[in-house]
């Protein structure tokens, strides 16, 4: 289904979508400052460039890595 179809049936696209910064935030529980300081240090995704003035990050890639983080994970930060 194209993306046009399931935003306006209020659903999220099969191919996902981009999340802006209050979304990263509220989803992940993370400050601005630590998602930036984690993304210079590469240990977070990095956001994609949308328009001039605005970025936005894949919702699979935040999710992967909220995934990677789970208690259930082998790795522990």
Known sequence: MKVA???REGRPARGGRFMRLPDVI??????QATIYRLIRRAEFPRQ???TVRSV???EADVEEWLRKRSPDATHVS
């Open 5 to 7: 179809e399931a935003k």
């Open 26 to 31: 509220a989803t992940t529980g993370l400050s």
């Open 48 to 50: 994609h460039q949308l």
């Open 56 to 58: 936005g990050w894949w």
